[in-house]
């Protein structure tokens, strides 16, 4: 009997694997396989150039990944149906294959750079890490707006506001006073927390739609400040020559007293590279675990109860104003983090980074990913960023392939690909997550 | 002078709400006794939930003066304050007419956010707790048990894990009561506690309220329309038509006002009697 099943369960698994490895073959032929190219050498001529290596990786990916998923993790009587719910378990993961999935993600994110460099070397692997060092940009900026929006509820399509006061901040301080990267870190944190707050007093008294509209009159308010204000700012000319950020003193420089030379290493431009990468990382983490530990925490509940009811909430003698602005000042917090480190890789901010479709991206990550799921968030952000990089060569398509990707996901998961509330406190230890059928998302 | 008047827990002097034109409460006068359970009633529409909006700070009263005195000596004047501030510092905790719980939370949660003020001082406004300095930890822990003290209470300690929009409406009823008792509350106003319970739900209810009373130095202050648990557990009737009182007493005293029995036929008091004997009351 059990094999039996277990026959007609690799009989399926192998079918539908195969027909997404034929899908992927399909696809990737004209997407991955061909690429126009201009040649350097022969003036601008176009040629065509054949990558089948590429394509046949892609269509091994999928096949394995998928006869694996089918076998191990999803485990589903009939063969799961060749399309989009096919990609992603139905329902939520159960929290044994999502806690694998969780530590798997962090042990892959550790050890990224160093795999891509053995692979790849460092000329390749330099354009993944620094595509790897924006998703992680991203995923930070969608844990900081997390609480904001997946705990709190508040819908702030202006994040990418405080996202500037970071970077300006830091830009600013290193500009006129000479700051290094580390004392300008916790100072634009702490700017951007300051400009959160000044901005909640008058706005949290709004809700849903207004709310919405005036964080975004404010993102762009910002934006505008920073492009006219010409003598402090640069305007559309941005600030430039922004300090990069040293490791404990020693700079990434070729020579006597760099990095490379105090541990004995050959100069090599990757090391920068690589050193970002794992700051964004800590970044991301600190942000991930500061809030997963507020979650638990009176303060965190209150997040959450307050997206629940808020009349309620008062009722209980929650203080509603104070709590949505401590939500507000740590989600900008974050994002003024994020800012400063954007303008430390960068080197160059002007307010052409900080536009509304910023913020629209990090808000799609963090509804896509699920609201207030972090994993969620990690998934949208690599998909989404990584997917944006990856298909860079199709100019405007992408754009239509992404928001027919978003109408698609929000069609098929209304509440985003990670949906199930984990409770902050349990008395058994194996309590289930809660279906977000039963979440409230917030009404301002 | 009856008993309430010697050291009312609540005094509700001179209450009137206007909403434009509409006076949903008008000049309204009435005592709470310490350690009583009162009973709002009237008619629907009559202003009772506006009444409780009033103490509890969601409406601020058009005229008028709210009274708590605190068994610590403490005296409130909750017509001034805002509304979270009743709960937290005046001790008033309510429910809601139509429930209102933190659905997408567990059952365990909705209790530990009504402990929200005390977890904050503990854990120094977040700020010790995210350190895990201080005595946080213990009051979590402390949270927790008052938190199964009260899931005892309501008999709800299994699901204790379960989210609060799974439970059936009886048992949402009282986890709402439960959740109103975390916040250590001195006067609990509950609005219509047992609307929509079946019989069994209703003399469950009536056993808690006793407890609750008994066991927590909490006054209860409660809307019912169901005049059977009305008459079997309040000591003290208030009786509202129109937001004006027309009758305050013990329960046998305002089950037998003319005036009452006139507004709960919905005719003139000088009517009353020949309604009476056409449908054969008295
Ligand atoms: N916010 C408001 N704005 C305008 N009118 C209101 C408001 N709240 C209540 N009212 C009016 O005040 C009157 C009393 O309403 P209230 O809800 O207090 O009645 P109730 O005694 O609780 O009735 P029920 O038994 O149906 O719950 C009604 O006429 C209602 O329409
Ligand atoms: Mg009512």
Wanted: glycine residues 10%; aromatic residues 12%; proline residues 3%.
């Amino acid at each position: 009997m059990q094999a039996r099943q277990r026959d007609s369960l690799l009989v399926a698994s192998l079918k539908d694997s195969l027909g997404g490895a034929v899908i992927t073959f399909a696809l990737a032929c004209v997407m991955v396989g061909l690429k126009v190219d201009v040649a350097s050498g022969r003036g601008a001529e176009l040629f065509l150039e054949h990558r089948w290596l590429a394509v046949a990786t892609a269509v091994i990916v999928v096949f394995a990944g998928r006869f694996l998923l089918n076998m191990f993790f999803w485990k589903r009587e009939d063969a799961p149906s060749i399309g989009i719910s096919g990609f992603l378990p139905k329902g939520g993961l159960g929290t044994g294959s999502a806690n694998m999935l969780k530590y798997g993600m962090l042990v892959l994110a550790v050890v990224l750079p160093f795999a891509l460099m053995f692979w790849l070397g460092s000329r390749g692997s330099r354009q993944y890490i620094d595509l790897a060092i924006l998703v992680l940009t991203y995923v930070m900026l969608g844990w900081g707006l997390n609480i904001v929006v997946g705990l709190a509820g508040l819908l702030d399509l202006g994040y990418v506001a405080f996202y500037a006061v970071g970077a300006y901040s830091y830009a600013l301080l290193a500009h006129y006073f000479g700051f290094s990267f580390w004392i300008c870190l916790p100072l634009a944190g702490i700017l951007a927390a300051f400009w959160g707050i000044i901005l909640g007093f008058p706005v949290l008294r709004l809700r849903g739609d207004y709310l919405a509209i005036v964080t975004l009159a404010f993102g762009e308010i910002i934006r505008v400040v920073l492009l006219n204000w010409y003598e402090f700012t640069g305007g559309p000319d941005g600030l430039s020559g922004i300090p990069r950020p040293s490791f404990f003193g020693l700079e990434f420089t070729r020579g006597e007293g760099g990095f490379a030379d105090f541990f004995g290493l050959k100069y090599n431009s990757i090391h920068r590279i690589i050193f970002l990468y794992y700051l964004i990382f800590i970044m991301a983490m600190v942000t991930n675990f500061v809030t997963m530990r507020l979650r638990r925490m009176p303060i965190g509940r209150a997040w959450e109860a307050l997206r629940e009811d808020e009349i309620a909430c008062r009722a209980l003698g929650i203080n509603t104003t104070n709590t949505k602005l401590t939500a507000f000042a740590l989600g900008a917090m974050f994002g003024g983090f994020a800012g400063s480190f954007f303008a430390t890789r960068q080197g160059f901010i002007s307010p052409e980074s900080f536009t509304f479709l910023e913020s629209a991206i990090i808000l799609a990550i963090v509804v896509l990913g699920g609201l207030g799921s972090q994993m969620g968030v990690v998934i949208a952000a690599v998909v989404m960023i990584g997917g944006f990089e990856f298909f860079r060569e199709f100019e405007e398509y992408r754009m239509l392939v992404f928001g027919l990707i978003m109408v698609v996901i929000m069609v098929w998961k209304p509440r985003g690909l990670v949906s199930s509330r984990t409770p902050s406190v349990a008395l058994s230890k194996n309590a289930k997550g809660i279906s977000a059928d039963l979440v409230q998302e917030g009404h301002g | 002078m009856s008993t309430w008047d010697n050291n009312p827990v609540l005094k509700v002097e001179h209450l009137t709400m206007r909403f434009g034109g509409l006076t949903a409460v008008g000049d309204l006068s009435f005592n709470v006794g310490r350690g009583d359970i009162t009973a709002l009633i009237g008619p629907n529409g009559a202003g009772k939930t506006t009444v409780f909006n009033c103490i509890t700070g969601f409406y601020k009263p058009t005229e008028g003066r709210l009274v708590m005195n605190r068994s610590n000596g403490e005296k409130h004047l909750l017509e001034r304050k805002p509304d979270f501030k009743i709960t937290a510092e005046a001790k008033v905790a309510r429910t809601f007419q139509n429930i209102r719980l933190f659905g997408g939370m567990t059952i365990l949660e909705n209790l530990m956010v009504a402990q929200h003020n005390p977890l904050m001082v503990a854990s120094n406004w977040t700020i010790g707790g995210l350190l895990g300095l201080g005595g946080y930890k213990k009051s979590n822990v402390d949270a927790i048990e008052t938190a199964k003290y009260w899931l005892e209470r309501i008999d709800l300690i299994d699901r204790a894990d379960a989210p609060a929009a799974d439970l059936s409406y009886g048992d949402q009823r009282r986890l709402e009561i439960a959740r109103a008792m975390c916040t250590g509350p001195e006067l609990l106003c509950l609005d219509e506690p047992a609307a929509g319970l079946n019989p069994k739900e209703s003399l469950e209810l009536n056993t808690l309220l006793q407890y609750i009373r008994k066991e927590h130095d909490t006054s209860v202050l409660l809307i019912e329309h169901d005049m059977s648990v009305v008459m079997e557990i309040s000591d003290h009737v208030v009786v509202l038509d129109y937001g004006v009182k027309i009758s305050d007493g013990t329960p046998e005293f305002v089950k037998n006002d003319p005036h009452v029995i006139a507004a709960y036929l919905g005719v003139e008091d000088d009517e009353v009697d020949q309604v009476e004997e056409e449908v054969g009351i008295v």
